[in-house]
Nanobody, 115 residues
């Protein structure tokens, strides 16, 4: 019913930046609460950032001040701007949509922060 496709991941040096994008298939995107989760090796799944349909945002303490979540409802896309990246940010990042008709996740995008 809803497909989510992440892009923008890759390898970056510590202190660098990346921007992840998540394109949604539904025209009901504006009604969805969106977020980014991540799963690092040996770690539990963590909610990194979320943005509601109304534009309210929340961030994990570990990324607060460094990451910014935003959305473009006209393009059915959510973004995660990641600045001042640290090696501990290395993880697979998943786009998450919470909708009135269910929850959906993308396939994930690998982010590796390393010299």
């Amino acid at each position: 019913q809803v497909q989510l496709v992440e892009s923008g991941g890759g390898l970056v040096q510590p202190g660098g930046s990346l921007r992840l994008s998540c394109a949604a298939s539904t025209s009901m995107f504006g009604l969805a609460n969106m977020g980014w989760d991540r799963r690092a090796p040996g770690k539990q799944r963590e909610l990194v950032a979320a943005i509601t349909s109304g534009g309210s945002t929340n961030y994990a303490d570990s990324v607060k001040g460094r990451f910014t979540i935003s959305r473009d409802n006209a393009k059915n896309t959510v973004f995660l701007q990641m600045n001042s990246l640290k090696p501990e940010d290395t993880a697979v990042y998943y786009c998450h949509a919470n909708t009135p008709w269910g929850d959906y996740w993308g396939q994930g995008s690998q982010v590796t922060v390393s010299s």
